[in-house]
């Protein structure tokens, strides 16, 4: 089988409303838990409480699998590791989420092989001058030491989103370098061999200003899927 | 920090209705996820999906968490690893289950020392007397690999649950020697240093005829409680 690792914060975790969209039910994909595989089904990733205001629910990558597995034919599986909140300090290697991603991510090796890595990041970071001045270093130093750890081929295809349109005007403008970050993400999907950038144009947020909605969020999957089969053609 | 290891099978999972119980609040008591703690918010052990038949649910620790809290008037943190249908040679050292445990585990014991070991599980293990037989012998394997692995003390807390009074009864008497397993599970408990046996007696199953319904969930985190601090207290 093959799978995808989910690395990022709240917005490749998904905290999509639950009845916005339609469930995506697809028998050829899967989610890890417990270094097992079961049937996908949202929420994928589960790092936050199911039930409140900031909950856990639709993403992108459940559209992402059903698209995969429709193109190939295949089973996929998602390795769920995204954590909402979080800066890309904190997934470098040492560090608990990333410790976290390289053992949900052996474990799922056991079983399948690994064949993409999504990401989703950088609100966190677009708020003060110094991260958004480390963030490429900060990136390139994550996933190199992700595909040494894992033993990936460097041409893995990292697939990397646009932040949301709407990010600039969360909480009084407080992630002012938005912009800036997509620059720095735009940039470094070219760097990378097999890498891509997946646009979010047009994409719009739910009511908390933050986080797309859950149409969003599928389409948006969908635009990964698109990106990521032309990185694997490169 | 102190934190609890959740493991076994699908009744330390939890699969109770949600709303057949009041949720449990209690701002001392958190969940691990991603190697890092969140308030606890039940599911706790999402191992199965939220929404369906056979979905993650109410469980056992969320009740014994908030015992504990108020208790000992500390923070607790429960480190969920439970999966649900599985035998106790998908726990032996190697095996996936058991690895994933081992890595939670070791993420939680950056910021929080392990102070107990919460286990119920032995209904997967009841349908064969192979398994039987060999029940034993497997779990004080995976326990003392378990302590080695994590560097626990060896009087460490191993709080072992009874199976419930219904399981002979499921799915036309498949489960017929959960009699035995229960017995095995007792002297078990005797054989550890800090250990303790938590009686089902009178607890009742949810409409699945093999799963505890919500209301007895709540009542056996309890009881694991009452047993848990006796055992500190040997």
Redesign the interface.
Known sequence: MKSILLIGQSNMAGRGD?GEVPEIVNNRCFML????W??M?E?IN???????YFHSGVGLSASFADEYAKHFGENIGLIP???GGTAIKQWQPGE??Y???I??AK?AQ?TSEIVGILWHQGENDSINLEDVEQYHDRFVNMITSLIKDLNLPESISVIIGELGEFVGDYDGGKCKYSKEINTILKGLSKELPCSGFVSAKGLTCKNDGIHFNSKSYREFGKRYFDVYLKAVEK
């Open positions: 639950f838990r417990n270094g097992k079961i049937p089904s929420p589960p790092d936050r409480q199911i039930f409140g590791c995204a954590d608990l989420l410790e976290n991603a053992s949900q474990l056991r």
